[in-house]
């Protein structure tokens, strides 16, 4: 049962460009929804936010959209650099809980010199 | 900057033994968390633990697995008799609110 979907598995863009990597998820009992962002033989690194209540969250360079209705949200890099080139994980929380995470597949960026 | 450390960094085992792994949480937080990956597969949640107590666990954290906080600074997952299948990156993770901070990960391989 896959609650949260990341159904590109991979991208590849130039650096400088934009990086758009998009998250669904089918229960609507999330309501704060986070990325990370794994290196090989790392743990994930904790990048971006957002809680339900929100519609857009900015850090710098990275933006995270929300569409309730849509349950859709999703990350945007720009301008994108080598360095990004990781596997970006989408995940949700309920809140109230254990908080545990649910995690998307990951989709795997590549930023091209 | 503080960070959430695991011990070892590789574990190999054979079928039947036991393991433990080891993690040091951030030291202000409270919810500590255990979660696998195993390769090609999606990070997957174990168990969570808070104020000395497990306060949810999937399927996956069956009756051979255990966590402990032993001190004010340790949290150990415990595989009382590993399987093949146990073969992944086992993450530990720690929060005071709702971002999580994950250590580098402990790979478990089982013979």
């Known amino acids: 049962d896959q609650q949260v979907k990341q159904n590109s598995p991979s991208l590849s863009v130039q650096e400088g460009r934009i990086s758009i990597l998009n998250c669904d998820y089918t229960?609507?009992?999330?309501?704060?929804f986070l990325w990370y962002k794994k290196y090989p033989a790392e743990g994930p690194t904790f990048l971006i936010s957002i809680s339900s209540i929100k519609d857009k969250n900015e850090d710098g360079r990275f933006t995270v959209f929300l569409n309730k209705s849509a349950k859709h949200l999703s990350l945007h890099i720009v301008p994108s650099q080598p360095g990004d080139s990781a596997v970006y994980f989408c995940a949700a929380i309920t809140q109230g809980g254990s908080e545990k995470l649910v995690f998307g597949k990951g989709t795997k960026l590549t930023v091209n010199p | 900057e503080p960070e959430v450390t695991q011990t070892p960094s590789h574990q190999v085992t054979q079928m039947g033994q036991e393991v433990i792994l080891r993690c040091v949480p951030i030291s202000n937080h409270l919810y500590f968390y255990w979660y696998r990956q195993i390769l090609g597969q999606k990070v997957e949640f174990l168990v969570s633990?808070?104020?000395?107590?497990?306060?949810?666990k999937s399927e996956i954290f069956d009756d051979q697995f255990s966590v402990e906080r032993p001190d004010g600074s340790n949290f150990t997952l415990k595989i009382r008799s590993t399987k093949l299948e146990d073969s992944a990156m086992y993450f530990c993770?720690?929060?005071?609110?709702?971002?999580?901070?994950f250590g580098p990960g402990t790979r478990l391989t089982v013979l």
């Open positions: 993770a720690s929060t005071a609110y709702n971002e999580q901070f």
């Open positions: 229960n609507s009992m999330f309501d704060y």
């Open positions: 633990f808070y104020n000395n107590e497990i306060s949810e």
